[in-house]
């Protein structure tokens, strides 16, 4: 269809683009989550299901959608600016490489599943530990999947189809929830691994013809030593150990909730989602029609134009997740009984929900300008500063993690706040909580870090 190969002009375009799509993706992402509380509950198999999603999802986030993915557009754009048929070639040449590498590293791990799903679920039961390992197995096919697929997305946004792009998370969700109502309940958990894997498939075969219409053309190339490639993993490289720190993040908090109570897991992962379309619609939105502008306006050289595009970037994340962040907070409870409250998931569990949910939403504004700012310093071709950055809030989200994991154990003032503040008097065992604070109080932190060295660069721009 021809309006899947839609072309936007401007950033504010393609950010509306964005944003429109973003808010089909939240719709089907909450109904997802509504499907899975309800039929499951916050108990042991979305324990169970949050914590196979980890290992893949790392494979997945390290080696392409944040890391490769970024260092494609200021590279492609480059070559795109010089020559066509070379841009392709070189295109052609890095799918090849990544599909190997992918293969490669996803059969090994699914050798060392066991090992590694007892290293980050030292809390969880043998048997409960033996069924992770399954249906981990069965989603090391989505990374393949999603590898190639967001390859594609980045080239796509070079040439602005950004209304396939962000069609393709949405098509994704449906075939989760796809998961849910055919597949979970004869096969109960691993349906759900294999509707990740169904939704990963929909999602790289959407986007597929699109790439053939704008012109590509494959080649049969398998060379290491090619330069663009090359190019691609020296600025892939620091941005990995970035991401590995951030990435880590989520091993802790999966290594941690899994010696609490039960349901932890799905209950920071359940608050986490959803504060999520808040992000995607204007964090995600906003700096993804950015990076594009950014990375042409820098291989350029029109350096006056690439801060102009930044500095009125920034300004309208910050208008817009500022206010939404405040909303998001005072009605988290009504939101989580909206959304969630069905089935299996009960009071105790919306409150705890909702109380994650609101912590989430005060550092909202700092991820959404951090992701902004990550790619700024990507398009000048920059990755180490943001890698610092990442392993700075990793040393401060593990710390603070330990430091409210222990502070809420005990009768004191902090938690007797916090459950004030937050209505959980009679919620049992609220550490879960403590989790979702540190991560919001370290990309804060991560933000200030990131602005600083950002302004200090721009100021020597000329």
Same mark, same amino acid.
């Given at each position: 269809?021809?309006?899947?190969?839609?072309?936007?002009?401007?950033?504010?375009?393609?950010?509306?683009?964005?944003?429109?799509?973003?808010?089909?993706? +939240? @719709?089907? &992402?909450?109904?997802?989550?509504?499907?899975?509380?309800?039929?499951?509950?916050?108990?042991?198999?979305?324990?169970?299901?949050?914590?196979?999603?980890?290992?893949?999802?790392?494979?997945?986030?390290?080696?392409?959608?944040?890391?490769? $993915?970024?260092?494609?557009?200021?590279?492609?754009?480059?070559?795109?600016?010089?020559?066509?048929?070379?841009?392709?070639?070189?295109?052609?040449?890095?799918?090849?490489?990544?599909?190997?590498?992918?293969?490669?590293?996803?059969?090994?791990?699914?050798?060392?599943?066991?090992?590694?799903?007892?290293?980050?679920?030292?809390?969880?039961?043998?048997?409960?530990?033996?069924?992770?390992?399954?249906? *981990?197995?069965?989603?090391?096919?989505?990374?393949?999947?999603?590898?190639?697929?967001?390859?594609?997305?980045?080239?796509?946004?070079?040439?602005?189809?950004?209304?396939?792009?962000?069609?393709?998370?949405?098509?994704?969700?449906?075939?989760?929830?796809?998961?849910?109502?055919?597949?979970?309940?004869?096969?109960?958990?691993?349906?759900?691994?294999?509707?990740?894997?169904?939704?990963?498939?929909?999602?790289?075969?959407?986007?597929?013809?699109?790439? =053939?219409?704008?012109?590509?053309?494959?080649?049969?190339?398998?060379?290491?030593?090619?330069?663009?490639?090359?190019?691609?993993?020296?600025?892939?490289?620091?941005?990995?150990?970035?991401?590995?720190?951030?990435?880590?993040?989520?091993?802790?908090?999966?290594?941690?909730?899994?010696?609490?109570?039960?349901?932890?897991?799905?209950?920071?992962?359940?608050?986490?989602?959803?504060?999520?379309?808040?992000?995607?619609? %204007? &964090?995600?939105?906003?700096? *993804?029609? +950015?990076?594009?502008?950014?990375?042409? $306006? @820098?291989?350029?050289?029109?350096?006056?134009?690439?801060?102009?595009?930044?500095?009125?970037? =920034?300004?309208?994340? =910050?208008?817009?997740?500022?206010?939404?962040?405040?909303?998001?907070?005072?009605?988290?409870?009504?939101?989580?009984?909206?959304?969630?409250?069905?089935?299996?998931?009960?009071?105790?569990?919306?409150?705890? *929900?909702? +109380?994650?949910?609101?912590?989430?939403?005060?550092?909202?504004?700092?991820?959404?300008?951090?992701?902004?700012?990550?790619?700024?310093?990507?398009?000048?071709?920059?990755?180490? *500063?943001?890698?610092?950055?990442?392993?700075?809030?990793?040393?401060?989200?593990?710390?603070?993690?330990?430091?409210?994991?222990?502070?809420? $154990?005990?009768?004191?003032? =902090?938690?007797?706040?916090?459950?004030?503040?937050?209505?959980?008097?009679?919620?049992?065992?609220?550490?879960?909580?403590?989790?979702?604070?540190?991560?919001?109080?370290?990309? %804060?932190?991560?933000?200030?870090?990131?602005?600083?060295?950002?302004?200090?660069?721009?100021?020597?721009?000329?």
């Amino acid at each position: 269809m021809k309006i899947f190969n839609l072309q936007t002009k401007s950033i504010t375009s393609s950010a509306l683009v964005l944003g429109i799509a973003s808010a089909f993706s +939240a @719709f089907s &992402g909450l109904l997802r989550d509504r499907l899975l509380a309800g039929r499951f509950g916050v108990g042991d198999e979305l324990d169970i299901y949050y914590a196979a999603f980890r290992i893949p999802d790392f494979i997945s986030m390290i080696l392409i959608m944040g890391s490769i $993915s970024a260092a494609i557009v200021p590279i492609f754009s480059g070559y795109l600016t010089r020559n066509k048929d070379e841009a392709w070639k070189f295109l052609s040449n890095l799918f090849n490489l990544i599909i190997f590498i992918l293969v490669l590293v996803s059969i090994v791990l699914i050798i060392f599943t066991p090992q590694l799903v007892s290293l980050i679920t030292p809390g969880f039961s043998e048997e409960k530990k033996a069924m992770v390992s399954l249906i *981990t197995r069965i989603m090391f096919l989505s990374p393949i999947l999603l590898g190639i697929s967001n390859i594609i997305s980045s080239v796509l946004q070079v040439f602005r189809r950004f209304l396939i792009t962000s069609l393709s998370p949405i098509i994704y969700n449906f075939g989760i929830i796809a998961g849910i109502l055919f597949l979970a309940p004869r096969f109960g958990v691993a349906g759900l691994a294999m509707g990740v894997v169904f939704g990963a498939l929909l999602h790289l075969l959407i986007q597929v013809p699109v790439l =053939f219409k704008i012109g590509f053309k494959f080649s049969r190339i398998f060379n290491f030593s090619d330069p663009g490639f090359k190019k691609v993993v020296k600025l892939t490289l620091p941005r990995l150990l970035g991401l590995a720190a951030s990435q880590i993040n989520l091993f802790v908090i999966i290594i941690i909730a899994s010696t609490l109570a039960s349901g932890s897991i799905a209950i920071f992962n359940l608050a986490e989602s959803l504060s999520r379309p808040f992000f995607i619609l %204007i &964090g995600i939105s906003f700096s *993804t029609a +950015a990076f594009p502008h950014l990375a042409i $306006s @820098f291989s350029r050289e029109k350096r006056e134009t690439f801060r102009e595009i930044y500095s009125k970037t =920034f300004s309208k994340i =910050f208008l817009f997740i500022v206010p939404l962040s405040i909303i998001l907070f005072f009605f988290r409870d009504f939101l989580v009984d909206i959304i969630l409250r069905a089935g299996k998931f009960g009071l105790v569990d919306s409150r705890l *929900t909702a +109380a994650c949910l609101g912590l989430f939403a005060i550092g909202l504004f700092a991820k959404s300008l951090v992701l902004l700012t990550v790619k700024a310093f990507y398009a000048l071709h920059d990755s180490r *500063t943001p890698a610092k950055a990442s392993i700075l809030a990793m040393i401060i989200n593990v710390s603070l993690s330990f430091l409210f994991l222990w502070l809420l $154990s005990f009768e004191n003032s =902090f938690k007797v706040f916090l459950i004030k503040l937050f209505s959980l008097s009679g919620s049992g065992d609220i550490r879960i909580i403590g989790l979702p604070l540190a991560l919001s109080l370290a990309s %804060i932190i991560q933000f200030l870090f990131l602005h600083f060295f950002f302004k200090k660069r721009m100021s020597n721009f000329n």
